[in-house]
């Protein structure tokens, strides 16, 4: 598909006739997110404190740089980084400087009222709302298995208390749940349930342990994939910090000693590493491999801002494996996941590729708004699927996460 750049594309308005779904949505936490309803005595693992000028978060023992401004006082604009992620940096500008001018924080990143009202200017009717501060919660606490679970019921009941899981039936965030420990992962989508959360964020991750990490696909989930597959709701497999940026410092001159910094793109070999297309790729195939998805085959999954373009390549590995191991598998690895799993592209994608692999059916829009990475004006997607028939677009702005929200297959 032949991509406009950035400077040659001219916004279109136009009257789509159906209502726009966006997959990828976030809020910014405040300072209250996670404390308020955390008890006191893990309050000292998860603080905020002045370090030279500069509020920080302290996470189960350590200075946490992971999120450079974890108060989100200021931020990048919504989509200030496109340039960059489209590869068309001709003057080799660094990343801070594509951002330009930082943002003050607005109301409608952390609150829902002002939210719809930024969706009705954008065009857009239906939001899944993610967090973006959460990454810290299973990605550094170790193996502080209560401290996880705690901020993870933090954050959830904060969602609750200030936006709900689905309000106005047009925003709906996600219930986060850590599987660390599967009886409170069962327990914490027990209460999601209750408070109407119509679907659930789980990391794409090997599952943090006392005695190191194990696949999700393992029989000791079997009870919480089974209340999944009850319920009727779906599971999103977030980006997150998914541990294998510890892949990329091993490559690196430090040793994989020092904490990874998400927005540093000062070094060329991070932006030829996969790290995202990697996690993601390989969580997918635990699931399939290790036969969650066949022991619970009304499960419907979810993959957001996580791209595309580990697609093509999963899918030849998924045929070499059922080719090498036939009778391992309780169907044919490629139609499951061809079946079972929703995709949502990055904008700068070649598009007409993944629908080779992905059907039309299972393709959603995401806009990461409010995120620098994503689109200033998230119908500007429309571009991207310009070549689409009429029909397939509808299927991928609306139709397709329109069907997950009411609990269609």
């Given at each position: 598909?032949?991509?406009?750049?950035?400077?040659e594309?001219?916004?279109?308005?136009?009257?789509?006739?159906?209502?726009v779904?966006d997959?990828?949505?976030?809020?910014?936490e405040?300072?209250?997110?996670f404390?308020r309803?955390?008890?006191?005595?893990?309050?000292?693992?998860f603080q905020?404190?002045?370090i030279?000028?500069?509020?920080k978060?302290?996470?189960?023992g350590?200075?946490?740089d992971?999120?450079?401004?974890?108060?989100?006082?200021?931020?990048?604009a919504?989509?200030?980084?496109?340039?960059?992620?489209?590869?068309?940096?001709?003057?080799g500008?660094?990343?801070?400087e594509?951002?330009?001018?930082?943002?003050?924080?607005?109301?409608?990143?952390?609150?829902?009222?002002?939210?719809?009202?930024m969706?009705d200017e954008q065009?857009?009717?239906?939001?899944?709302?993610?967090?973006?501060?959460?990454?810290?919660?299973e990605?550094?606490?170790?193996?502080?298995?209560?401290l996880?679970?705690?901020?993870?019921?933090?954050?959830n009941?904060?969602?609750?208390?200030?936006?709900t899981?689905h309000?106005?039936?047009r925003?709906?965030?996600c219930?986060?749940?850590?599987?660390?420990?599967?009886?409170l992962?069962c327990?914490?989508?027990d209460?999601?349930?209750?408070e109407?959360?119509?679907?659930?964020?789980?990391?794409?991750?090997?599952?943090?342990?006392?005695?190191g990490?194990?696949?999700?696909?393992?029989?000791?989930?079997?009870?919480?994939?089974?209340?999944?597959?009850?319920?009727?709701?779906?599971?999103?497999?977030?980006?997150?910090?998914?541990?294998?940026?510890?892949?990329?410092?091993?490559?690196?001159s430090?040793?994989?000693?020092?904490?990874?910094l998400?927005?540093?793109?000062?070094?060329?070999?991070?932006s030829?590493?996969?790290?995202?297309?990697?996690?993601?790729?390989?969580?997918?195939?635990a699931?399939?491999?290790?036969?969650?998805?066949?022991r619970f085959?009304?499960?419907?999954?979810?993959?957001a801002e996580?791209?595309?373009i580990?697609?093509p390549?999963l899918v030849?590995?998924?045929?070499?494996?059922?080719?090498?191991?036939?009778?391992?598998?309780?169907?044919?690895?490629v139609?499951?996941?061809?079946?079972?799993?929703?995709?949502?592209?990055?904008?700068?994608?070649?598009?007409d590729?993944?629908?080779?692999?992905?059907?039309t059916?299972?393709l959603?829009?995401?806009?990461?708004?409010?995120?620098?990475e994503?689109?200033?004006?998230?119908?500007?997607?429309?571009?991207?699927?310009?070549?689409?028939?009429?029909?397939?677009?509808?299927?991928f702005?609306?139709?397709?996460?329109?069907?997950?929200?009411?609990?269609?297959?």
């Amino acid at each position: 598909m032949a991509v406009q750049t950035v400077m040659e594309r001219v916004n279109e308005t136009r009257d789509l006739g159906y209502p726009v779904y966006d997959a990828d949505g976030h809020y910014y936490e405040t300072m209250d997110t996670f404390r308020r309803h955390l008890p006191k005595k893990f309050h000292k693992d998860f603080q905020y404190v002045q370090i030279e000028g500069r509020t920080k978060l302290a996470i189960n023992g350590h200075i946490s740089d992971y999120i450079p401004n974890p108060t989100f006082e200021v931020v990048a604009a919504p989509g200030s980084h496109e340039i960059w992620f489209r590869g068309e940096n001709t003057e080799g500008k660094s990343l801070r400087e594509l951002t330009g001018d930082p943002l003050a924080f607005q109301p409608e990143f952390a609150e829902p009222v002002s939210r719809l009202k930024m969706l009705d200017e954008q065009g857009v009717q239906a939001q899944l709302i993610f967090p973006t501060l959460a990454s810290v919660i299973e990605g550094h606490m170790g193996t502080n298995i209560p401290l996880m679970a705690a901020c993870v019921h933090s954050l959830n009941a904060w969602v609750a208390d200030d936006w709900t899981f689905h309000y106005k039936d047009r925003l709906f965030p996600c219930a986060y749940i850590s599987l660390a420990d599967v009886d409170l992962a069962c327990a914490e989508l027990d209460w999601a349930l209750k408070e109407g959360a119509r679907h659930i964020l789980i990391r794409p991750a090997p599952v943090p342990g006392l005695f190191g990490p194990r696949s999700p696909g393992l029989p000791e989930f079997d009870k919480f994939w089974a209340k999944v597959n009850e319920s009727n709701i779906f599971v999103v497999l977030h980006v997150s910090d998914s541990g294998y940026d510890q892949i990329y410092r091993w490559w690196g001159s430090g040793g994989g000693a020092d904490e990874a910094l998400a927005f540093d793109r000062s070094d060329p070999l991070k932006s030829c590493i996969d790290l995202q297309g990697r996690a993601i790729a390989d969580m997918i195939s635990a699931l399939i491999a290790h036969g969650v998805m066949s022991r619970f085959p009304n499960i419907r999954w979810v993959s957001a801002e996580n791209g595309s373009i580990w697609v093509p390549h999963l899918v030849k590995m998924l045929h070499r494996a059922y080719g090498q191991l036939p009778k391992s598998f309780a169907k044919h690895p490629v139609e499951q996941f061809q079946e079972n799993v929703y995709v949502a592209p990055y904008y700068e994608e070649d598009l007409d590729e993944l629908k080779q692999h992905v059907s039309t059916d299972r393709l959603l829009f995401g806009s990461d708004w409010p995120h620098a990475e994503g689109l200033v004006k998230p119908l500007d997607f429309l571009h991207e699927v310009k070549d689409f028939t009429p029909a397939d677009q509808k299927k991928f702005m609306s139709t397709n996460l329109k069907g997950l929200l009411e609990g269609k297959r």
